[in-house]
């Protein structure tokens, strides 16, 4: 069910650093934190691509996949994030609930929610992320984690 967002995920050119990138501090307005600890992009607000254009065409088919598999769940926004491993925060700008789910071959990197462990590996989790506090345990191998969210 997972496959084809998962192989677009893979697929991402997570080099660049616009975005988000492995920036070495802490950056909250664009939805991304990483602390040179993985790497995270939004690639749409508001069901818009924000990402330069030469990527647009592959952010695109990853939110028009996430679009056909989460068809019932509401979202205008899409967080895609690489072997990030995020503080506790809480979603300052999203507006009800968010959708998490982990990809890739990994161990451990449970979600912490309100301080309860939430294994996200190939289980789409949702939960409230402007009231809940919500953080990433550690973890060994390649993680990718997507977040649909409204803004």
Known sequence: MFE?????LKEYNWTTAQFG??????NWR????SHNVGLTRQIFIKGRPIAP??????DRRI????????HDFEFNGV??????LCPPHKDTKNIGNSLLIGLGNYTGGETLIDGVKHDI??????FNGYEKEHSVCPFDGERY?????KI
């Open 79 to 84: 967080q895609i994030n690489k072997n990030l």
């Open 145 to 149: 984690s997507v977040v649909l969210f």
């Open 4 to 8: 084809k967002l998962e192989e677009l």
């Open 21 to 26: 990138g492995a920036s070495k501090k802490k």
């Open 30 to 33: 664009n939805g991304s934190y």
């Open 63 to 70: 939110y028009d996949e996430c679009k056909r598999i989460f």
């Open 53 to 58: 254009s030469r990527f647009m065409k592959k």
């Open 121 to 126: 590996y190939y289980t789409p989790t949702i």
